[in-house]
């Protein structure tokens, strides 16, 4: 059983939606095409035309700027991923709760009830979403204030749309008093 914080006392985890895995692909993918490739190639080039018998001063300055070109590269990929693995909707027996990581430091937190639901959207766009099938994720809310939810780079958008309204329609609760026909 899940638990996350701020969770109410009688309130349970029925479903939480994460990115789709093709998100962090797209992530290692950038990493390896924009930091180890070029450093390999660096290192190619350098030792081949710089032994470093003949050139060990400028192989050691060439090595500290390598490691930290590396280093560098290393940190923006894991910031991209943290930023990607911490957008998260958590479907509860009372709310939806969306989670947006927008930087580093910085987090968005929103929250609505499960009668306030109204409407979802998803949306597949471009070739490899379609392929793979994954797209954006909409929840509008019948809240004045935020009353839209966006997920992005789900998989099974409209699926899980359709999941959201059955849990939303099969707890909202029935009028008081019903209206005179």
């Known amino acids: 059983m899940m638990h996350f914080p701020g969770q109410r006392a009688d309130e349970e985890v029925l ?44 192989g050691l300055i060439a090595g500290i700027f390598a490691s930290f070109y ?16 911490f957008d998260v909707f958590i479907i509860t027996t009372d709310r939806l709760i969306d989670i947006t990581q927008i930087s580093f430091f910085k987090r968005s937190v929103s929250s609505a009830s499960l009668e306030q639901i109204q409407d979802t959207t998803g949306m597949i766009n471009g070739f490899f979403p ?3 099938h994954y797209g ?16 992005d780079h789900i998989a099974d958008p409209d699926g899980v749309g359709k999941r ?11 009028p008081a008093h019903p209206l005179p026909i």
């Open 15 to 58: 479903h939480v939606i994460h990115k789709h895995p093709v998100v962090y692909i797209k992530i290692a993918l950038g990493f390896l095409l924009f930091v180890l490739v070029p450093l390999s190639a660096f290192a190619f080039f350098w030792f081949r035309f710089y032994p470093l018998e003949s050139f060990y001063r400028q």
């Open 70 to 85: 590396f280093l560098f590269g290393l940190l923006v990929t894991y910031i991209d991923l943290t930023d990607e693995q």
């Open 130 to 132: 379609t392929l793979f």
């Open 136 to 151: 954006d994720l909409t929840v509008q809310t019948s809240a004045a204030e935020g009353s839209t939810f966006k997920i």
């Open 164 to 174: 959201i309204l059955e849990i939303a329609r099969h707890r909202q609760k029935p």
